[in-house]
Nanobody
Framework: VQVVESGGGLVQSGESLRLSCTASGSMLRIYYMGWYRQAPGKRREWVATITKDNDTFYSDSVKGRFISSRDKTKDTIYLQMNNLKPEDTAVYSC??????????????WGQGTQVTVSS
């Protein structure tokens, strides 16, 4: 399984950005796809997960601001990030997993995309 993210960039506080993540390859058993982020000097933080059945889960830090969705025809998920804050600045990485809702080191990972929010 290959995972590729896109959509990062530089925005101002309060603005929005949408990340995309496309998985390809042996997708038959992939049930969970989601996002982590890591800011400089900080631990990697789970952000959101969406299941194959479109159930969504969010960390408390982004709940109410970020929205996950998916396009099943393209095996693509999206993370709509609204009302962005400087503390959302991080490298966002997408993962795909068969059994772990919040992924793990054993998941398939993308290369990451930088999101920078200026104040």
């Amino acid at each position: 399984v290959q995972v590729v993210e896109s959509g990062g960039g530089l925005v101002q506080s309060g603005e929005s950005l949408r990340l995309s993540c496309t998985a390809s390859g042996s997708m038959l058993r992939i049930y969970y796809m989601g996002w982590y982020r890591q800011a400089p000097g900080k631990r990697r933080e789970w952000v959101a997960t969406i299941t194959k059945d479109n159930d969504t889960f969010y960390s408390d830090s982004v709940k109410g601001r970020f929205i996950s969705s998916r396009d099943k025809t393209k095996d693509t998920i999206y993370l709509q990030m609204n009302n962005l804050k400087p503390e959302d600045t991080a490298v966002y990485s997408c993962y795909a997993d068969r059994i772990r809702r919040e992924g793990s080191s054993a998941s398939w990972w993308g290369q990451g995309t930088q999101v920078t929010v200026s104040s």
